[in-house]
């Protein structure tokens, strides 16, 4: 079984199109996250989310909007999509904020912007 | 949280051990050290953490230094599959917001 499982793994669209990538976990975990990885492979945290509530935005732009129905689900959805959000996405998820920063991350989807 | 230096990468033969350096040389009381790998294409994993003394578990062992301020992931037998970007975080207790530098590049040699 995938612990932590995106949709989909690859994702290629125009410029000024509207995309969503989806996570879920089946590890039972409070907390997920969403991280962005660019070209430079630099992993930087986009959002935080602990049951269902948002924890941490780190200066995100507004077109992208994460949800989260559930808290074993982290949805990520993005508007008007440019060519700087080309990436690879990753989803992860650890036990209670605060108490372990052990995380467990999906395999990443990559999205490229044409 | 305390910002981390690691050397951009790094060699091994395989079957030696790996050891894998880093200075965090402001680290505050409360932060833990974290290390993680990235295997090409695949998402960053979990290997170890610490606060002061030496742990190990069934991947790695972490040696921290007495005053904190620099620690060591050991790879006790390098294997091919241990190619991967190693990374060293420190993060205080309080939130779970981990954030990645620029990692070590291990390439593990046959």
């Known amino acids: 079984d995938t612990a932590v499982s995106q949709t989909p793994k690859y994702l290629v669209t125009q410029m000024g199109n509207d995309k969503s990538i989806k996570c879920e976990q089946n590890l039972g975990h409070d907390t997920m996250y969403w991280y962005k990885q660019d070209s430079k492979k630099f992993l930087k945290i986009m959002f935080s989310?602990?049951?269902?509530?948002?924890?941490i935005n780190e200066t995100v732009p507004n077109r992208f909007s994460p949800k989260s129905p559930d808290k074993a689900h982290l949805n990520l959805h993005i508007n008007s999509l440019e060519l700087g959000d080309s990436a690879v996405y990753f989803c992860a998820s650890s036990p209670r904020q605060g108490v372990t920063g052990e995380l467990f991350f999906g395999e990443g989807s990559r999205l490229t912007v044409l | 949280d305390a910002k981390t230096t690691q050397p951009p990468s790094m060699d091994c033969a395989e079957g030696r051990a790996a050891n894998l350096p880093c200075n965090h040389s402001t680290i505050s009381g409360n932060e833990y050290v974290y290390w993680y790998r990235q295997i090409h294409s695949q998402g960053p994993q979990y290997i170890i953490h610490g606060l002061k003394n030496n742990e190990t578990n069934e991947m790695a062992s972490l040696i921290i230094t007495e005053d904190r301020k620099s620690s060591t992931l050991i790879l006790p037998h390098a294997t091919l599959r241990d190619t991967a970007v190693y990374y060293c975080i420190v993060r205080a207790t309080a939130g779970n917001m981990l954030t990645f530098g620029g990692g070590t590049r291990l390439m593990v040699k046959p």
């Open positions: 989310y602990n049951n269902k509530e948002l924890i």
